[in-house]
C-alpha cells in the first residue's frame, strides 16, 4: 500500500487545546482509518477497539489519530473515547481482556438472546469489571458501556501478552486463522484484510507489533537470503530496480515452508512460490526478512509489553 501524506491536513485541522497533548482510545471493534476525513475516501488502515492513539487535529465530524504502528490517518469521532495525558496514561496501567475468538459479540445481558451492543473481532481490547455469571464476563467498552461477552471468548490481557511464543509453527497456525478472509485494502482484521494488514494481524495475535505498510515491513528485522527462508520469515514482491527507476514493493507474504506462502491477494489463500509447482502464485519475490528474534532488539519490531501505548513501561 502506498501512504498518502497527511501532514499537511493535521496542520489545518489544527492543535489540541491549549497546546496540551491529548489521546484517545477506540470504541469500534474495527475502525476505519481514512486518509482524508470522509467516508468516501481511501481507507489506509484500521484500529481495534481498545486501541490507544494520539490525537493530532479535528475536522468537523473527523479526527486526525496517528496509531501504535504509527500509521496518520482521520476516523469519525463517534469511534473514539478522548483522553488527556493522565487519563491515557490510567487507562493503560488498568488491568484489561483481550478477545481471542475470530468473533463474537457484546450483549446486554449475559444469555444469548440478549440484545447486541457491539460486535468484537479478535485483538479487541476491553476491560472488565470483575463481575461473571454462568460463562459470562461483565465488560466495560472504552465508553463505559457495560455489557456481556462470553468468558471463553476472552483472556486476561497482560498474562496473554507474556504467554506468546513466537515461532514459526505458531506464525502458520495464525495464518490459516485468517484464510479465506476477503481482500480489502486498508483491512488489519479478521473481517477484511490486505497483504500488510494480514502479516500486521497475525504477529499483533503473537505480541508483536510491525509497521503498517509492506514497504515499511521490508526494512525491519534481518534481512534473509532466499534460499535460507524459514517458517514465519516475510516475503516481499513487487517491481526490481531497473535503470533510473528505483525499487518498489507492492506486497507482502507469511512463508510457511516447503516453498509455500499464505498472503492476502483477492482472499487470504495459500499459493507456491516454486514456478511448476501445483498453485503457483506466479510473482517472484525480491526480499525476505526475518521477524523472529528480532523483537525488542533495536530492529524496528517492538513486542506488545514494551509498548506504551499497550502496557505501563
Not at 490481557?157 to 480489502?184: I, T
Not at 487470504?268 to 519475490?285: A, D, K, L, M, Q
Request: aromatic letters at 8%; hydrophobic letters at 40%.
Amino acid at each position: 500500500m502506498k501512504r498518502i501524506s497527511v501532514i499537511l491536513a493535521g496542520l489545518l485541522a489544527g492543535v489540541c487545546a491549549f497546546g496540551q497533548q491529548t489521546w484517545a482510545v477506540v470504541n469500534f471493534s474495527s475502525n476505519f482509518m481514512r486518509e482524508k476525513p470522509d467516508y468516501d475516501q481511501e481507507v489506509g488502515n484500521q484500529a481495534l477497539m481498545g486501541t490507544v492513539v494520539k490525537v493530532i487535529g479535528h475536522q468537523g465530524d473527523w479526527t486526525l489519530v496517528e496509531s501504535p504502528e504509527p500509521y496518520q490517518a482521520w476516523v469519525v469521532n463517534r469511534g473514539l473515547v478522548e483522553m488527556s495525558e493522565e487519563q491515557k496514561d490510567a487507562y493503560v496501567a488498568e488491568p484489561k481482556l483481550i478477545c481471542t475468538r475470530e468473533y463474537d459479540c457484546i450483549r446486554l445481558d449475559p444469555t444469548e438472546t440478549s440484545a447486541k451492543i457491539s460486535d468484537l473481532v479478535m485483538g479487541d481490547i476491553l476491560r472488565g469489571t470483575g463481575r461473571k455469571v454462568l460463562g459470562w464476563t461483565e465488560i466495560s467498552m472504552p465508553d463505559g458501556q457495560k455489557g456481556w461477552v462470553r468468558s471463553a471468548a476472552l483472556k486476561d490481557f497482560g498474562k496473554w501478552a507474556e504467554s506468546r511464543v513466537l515461532n514459526g509453527d505458531n506464525v502458520e497456525s495464525l495464518a490459516r486463522q485468517f484464510m479465506g478472509v476477503p481482500y480489502m485494502w486498508g483491512g488489519k482484521s479478521i473481517k477484511h484484510v490486505d497483504c500488510s494488514g494480514l502479516t500486521s494481524a497475525v504477529y499483533f495475535m503473537l505480541g508483536v507489533l510491525l509497521p503498517r505498510n509492506a514497504s515499511q515491513q521490508a526494512k525491519v528485522g534481518d534481512e534473509v537470503p532466499l534460499d535460507s527462508l524459514q517458517k514465519g520469515d516475510l516475503l516481499f514482491f513487487g517491481r526490481a530496480a531497473e535503470g533510473d527507476n528505483p525499487e518498489r514493493i507492492s506486497h507482502v507474504a507469511i512463508y510457511v515452508g516447503d516453498g509455500r506462502i499464505i498472503h492476502s491477494s483477492y482472499l487470504v489463500r495459500e499459493n507456491s512460490i516454486i514456478p511448476g509447482t501445483g498453485n503457483y502464485t506466479g510473482r517472484t519475490p525480491l526480499h525476505a526478512r526475518r521477524i523472529i528474534g528480532c523483537v525488542d532488539s533495536g530492529k524496528g519490531i517492538t513486542s506488545l509489553l514494551k509498548s506504551p501505548l499497550y502496557f505501563k513501561q
